[in-house]
């Protein structure tokens, strides 16, 4: 199976946006008489006009493809029908199916030969469809001739899929703005950026740091807007880079609470750390820096860090 993408955007006061997933679909069977593929398995178009009619071939040259692959003649068939129960989140099944027109809709492929079909949607002039998502399944079939050492006869399908959006942005590229915007307007810290256990840790102990040490970490939200947050401890030399005098500390010996939490805007969040580190020798008398990370999780993750410095008991 062999994939790419394809993203287009076209300018004008009607732009539609292209988003074209690529596969080669091959339904075998165990004889190859039949077999068929289709270049294209998922099409998605937003920012279609209501009245508006669209040819995808003359547009940008994205034509209905179909190979066949086996080594006997078929015939062609594509039909427009309502999803086959795989429907995406935020797309309802098309009101229609005869919005799309396949042109031709039937031909005759011999071993080999590629045969392409228009694609061609109209939207109705109805204002009620504006901010609407749509799909619809193209279901490619086709029937072989009998074989040359049987009477019987092997049909073959592929099943592709239309989703379009009219007068806006898709689902997908709703929520990716949505995500965007959310970004953009993060604005939070973890304080202090290092902390300085002065006197030294006991070993072998859960250590509340905040109520034997006087010490602790704060979540500032700036931003009007609440933010998820995960927080933990981890090794990161990126960010740890060369402490001369500490070792760097097993983050399995540190916890912060909350772990998680949903800091609401304009606020902030006290922190507790617990330390444990066990009464071991090897632990005995030594310098240990711990990484803190507060992470927003998402595509792309933000993070901002702290270390905790320690002494060890003797």
């Not at 068929?36 to 398995?41: H, Q, S």
């Not at 997908?172 to 307007?185: D, V």
């Not at 006197?199 to 006087?214: A, F, P």
Request: net charge positive; aromatic share 8%; with cysteine.
């Amino acid at each position: 199976m062999k994939k790419t993408g394809l993203r287009i955007k076209l300018s004008g006061l009607s732009r539609i946006i292209f988003i074209l997933t690529t596969y080669y679909l091959l339904l075998t069977t165990y004889c190859l008489y039949a077999v068929i593929a289709t270049r294209f398995a998922d099409l998605i178009l937003e920012n279609v006009q209501i009245g508006e009619s669209y040819n995808l071939r003359t547009l940008k040259n994205c034509p209905m493809v179909i190979t066949n692959l086996g080594n006997e003649t078929v015939d062609v068939m594509i039909d427009v029908e309502f999803p086959m129960g795989d429907v995406k989140p935020g797309y309802e099944p098309i009101p229609d199916p005869s919005w799309i027109q396949i042109v031709p809709a039937k031909y005759r492929l011999g071993s080999q030969e590629q045969g392409s079909s228009d694609i061609i949607i109209t939207i109705p002039n109805d204002k009620k469809l504006i901010g609407k998502h749509f799909q619809a399944t193209l279901l490619t079939a086709s029937q072989s001739f009998p074989p040359p050492t049987g009477n019987f006869i092997i049909a073959t399908g592929c099943v592709s899929r239309i989703r379009f959006s009219i007068g806006g942005m898709g689902p997908e590229s709703l929520k990716a703005e949505k995500k965007r915007k959310k970004m953009m307007t993060l604005d939070f810290e973890l304080i202090p950026a290092n902390i300085k256990v002065k006197s030294s840790v006991e070993l072998g102990k859960k250590i509340n740091l905040r109520e034997k040490k006087g010490i602790g970490l704060t979540l500032i939200n700036k931003s009007t807007e609440p933010v998820p947050l995960i927080m933990k401890s981890e090794v990161n030399m990126m960010v740890l880079g060369t402490e001369k005098e500490y070792e760097i500390g097993d983050p399995k010996f540190l916890t912060i609470k909350p772990k998680k939490l949903k800091l609401k805007g304009e606020s902030m969040k006290k922190l507790t750390m617990y330390l444990n580190i066990p009464n071991e020798e090897k632990y005995k008398n030594k310098k240990y820096v711990f990484l803190i990370k507060a992470e927003v999780p998402a595509d792309v993750p933000v993070e901002v860090f702290s270390k905790l410095y320690v002494t060890t008991s003797e």
